[in-house]
Structures are given as structure tokens and as C-alpha cells.
């Protein structure tokens, strides 16, 4: 059974940064797209970053673009995403996803989600 366990978020004031964590079990990934999406309250999931394997190309929404950076350590079977200059637009849940069907959507599993918030 594919079991996604994010952490790492937390409060953070603008300009600051923060660093997620996903923790993957069941099976192996390395060979899957993975990636992350955040759900606003009252507004549909968006898209923030995903990285394919070998050789782990990425793909960012525009709003995270040069401010977030996603990586993967298949050893550890985990992704993770390095959020810098974090913004109070960036405040919502983010949550893990694996086996992406396009660069950008359909993902086949999801994560719980862990809160990022991000104070003005």
C-alpha cells in the first residue's frame, strides 16, 4: 500500500524560508514522477512542482518559480521542497504526490498534507 507522509511545515514570516519533507513507503519510486500541490481554502488544488527521474527533470508553477526548489533522494525514497523567499500568498497545506501521469497533473496517490504559514 502507497503510504505519502509529509512534514517540515510550520510558520514562517515573509522572506523566510522553509524546507518539506516526504516520506514514501510501499514500494519503490524511483521510476515514477512525483511531486507537491497545495490546496487554499475555497479554491481548486494548484500545481507547485514536480521532478521526474533519471535525469530528475523539473517542472514549477510560475508562482513558485525561482523561489522553490523540488529534489528526490531515491535511496530514502523522499522528495523534498526548499521554499525561500516564502510569501503570505503561499499560506495553505502542501501535500506529497506520486506517479504523475503529465509533468503537471494526475497524480495517482496523495499525502495528508502539512500546513504552511506564512505571516506578513
Known amino acids: 500500500q502507497v503510504q505519502l507522509v509529509e512534514s517540515g511545515g510550520g510558520s514562517v514570516q515573509a522572506g523566510g524560508s522553509l524546507r518539506l519533507s516526504c516520506a514514501a513507503s510501499?514500494?519503490?519510486?524511483?521510476?515514477?514522477?512525483m511531486g507537491w500541490f497545495r490546496q487554499a481554502q475555497g479554491k481548486e488544488r494548484e500545481f507547485v512542482a514536480s521532478i521526474g527521474w533519471i535525469p530528475y527533470s523539473t517542472t514549477y508553477a510560475d508562482s513558485v518559480k525561482g523561489r522553490f526548489t523540488i529534489s528526490r533522494d531515491n535511496a530514502k525514497n523522499a522528495i523534498f521542497l526548499q521554499m525561500n523567499t516564502c510569501e503570505p500568498e503561499d499560506t495553505t497545506v502542501y501535500c506529497c504526490t506520486t506517479d504523475l501521469k503529465e509533468t503537471t497533473r494526475y497524480p495517482n496517490y496523495w499525502g495528508k498534507g502539512t500546513l504552511v504559514t506564512v505571516s506578513s
Open positions: 510501499g514500494r519503490t519510486f524511483s521510476a515514477y514522477r
